[in-house]
């Protein structure tokens, strides 16, 4: 029996347009994977009241999380890397010496299929654990078709495992792999690898930095895929300002991602093109680099969602509540931004309009916390506040 | 029958001088509550090999960790309170409206011991879990002497049922009561309330501050303290330079902490005096404040600790994995030397010397972790990193 009704909800928090609607003395019921109603418990229809149900004694509800940025696919350990870094070592010395995403490339092309899958199955079962019901998951550590394809493979694989519904973004144009031209590796992205591997993804990202893939090139690979029907993402703006939020702006992305030198003008740009700004304060915090100011971002008006970034060199989260405490300790957002930027921002900037909110007809995606409020989650950063979670209308286990 | 030897070590480490020590393919025996043999697994002697075991599987052993600045016991809910906060209110309209400590006094006076204790056991509790195995207690909710020896009540009660050592701190002056002259308040504590508790705790501490109590009133009440034998703490220059830790200095105080204002010339002066430095990472970020410079405490010479200052008003931690990963990332420490600070220093702190090292005649207070390096703590700020805690020679269930 599989339980379809939440009763006795202290409150239920939920973004409605740019704010976060409560709804208190609150009941919540879904058939199959879609909420079918939701309210104050005194209107709950009476054909509903005998369904199958979790108890939640007064606790808070909100909408399950979107993780709307990760690359949880990877093989290898980079935490020696981490240690040298935080020692002083630059990040280009240490990309010299072997490290940096050519070592994950590396370790990623030499692992099999069943152990990447493995090790990311246990990564997504971690964020599932702490709420996250969506994870966007993206390539990049193949750089070629073989293994970008055999990325893709280990994404299907925890789809078809993973208890929460996954995402797959094509992210060939991640790095240039060593040895390879970097004219030759543009033209093959857009003539071979871009066209090999759409079908098999929601997504095309691209890393366009001064660093690494210029405006021109990567608006030839983001352009490549939109003819493909794929939806578009830009990492941009990260390490410099190198103009990718306003490629992003131009080409009607449906994300620009990290923004840490993004000028009032690309946000502005941003919120004219409906391009949602995805913010991860993962990777501030693991680099110790200032924190992106994301209520002023939000102030733009641009829509937000926050992320973990999961990967093994920036960014090594996987938990939403602590990437809201991030949000609202460090990039001075409010709780209910934060809350609205981890679930409704994350669906929109993942284009599913099916979920990030409690409402009719929305995926039945449901944390119930332990306590009575969300704002528990920033003021007690390293608690446990995650009760159940209902993904796709089936409660996870434990 | 209880484990007392932990075999297959990958590596443990250990604080030895100012540094950390590491010891490969290691094993460490204990007795009772006292590790009678740690080093290499190929020396171990063979009278050892047959004693109840642990398998470490390769895994990281490091000393258990020592909380040497927490208020958590403690009636009532501030929450409400940090979301104004974070809205812009200040803590003094804050305090005016009966906010702040006034309204946790007011709860902890009013509740039942039994709930105060049920409450704090569970935090305790929630702490060991995380590799907590020493934890300081501060009174000074309660204010008077009636309300003050409740608290107490309340940390003997703990203490009789935490699988951890508890340090009770008594911290009368905290705050001036509401409706007490403060001239007869600082009398009272010193002809009346340390006299009458002095014998219960092993500190007394006071919020030395000119938004509490001045250094000449904070010097009166901790002279009486040292001649009843108490050790010494001082909540030192956290709001302002008001000569916190320079009083502390010159009494030979165990600690002054926080210290977000102490200028080199304290600093200094705490080194001569050994009086240990504890930092408390959590203040500053549930305020959204700038983090003390830990790297630069740590160059003066003086010793570190760092602990959670586990309170409802203004750093609601439990976790001293994440109070390391804060100390890292955000107050600029190594790796090593948060290690350090959370077991040596904390030891130091509290004058314990039978822990926070893994030798010979300490106590047996061990964390297993889940992966081979201590490094994991701040590499993944929000992963569970705790396999194993052993307190005192005994195993936690779970």
Redesign the interface.
Known sequence: MTARLLTNIGRFFTPRDRSIRSVEDAAIAWDGDTIDWAGPASELPAGLADRDTIDCEGRAVVPGFVDSHTHLVFGGDR??E??RR??GESYESLADGGGGIQATVAATRAAPTEELARAALARVSRMATAGTTTVEIKTGYGLDVEHEAKMLDVIDAVDADAPVDIVPTLLAAHAFPRGVDRVEYVRFLVDELVPALADRVAFCDVFCDPAAFSVEESARVLEVAAKKDLGLRVHADQLSHGGGAALAASLGAASADHLDHAAEADLDALRRSGTVAVLVPGAS??S?LPFVDAAAVWQTGVEVAIATDCNPGTS????MP?VIALA???M?M??DQALWAATRGGARSLRLDDRGAIEVGARADLVVLE?D?H??L??????NHVRHVIAGGVPLPG
């Open positions: 935490s020696a981490f240690a935080l020692g915090l693991s110790r090594y989260l996987e938990t602590f609202v300790l460090e001075g409010s709780p306590g409020h704002v528990d920033s003021y007690r950063p390293d608690g």
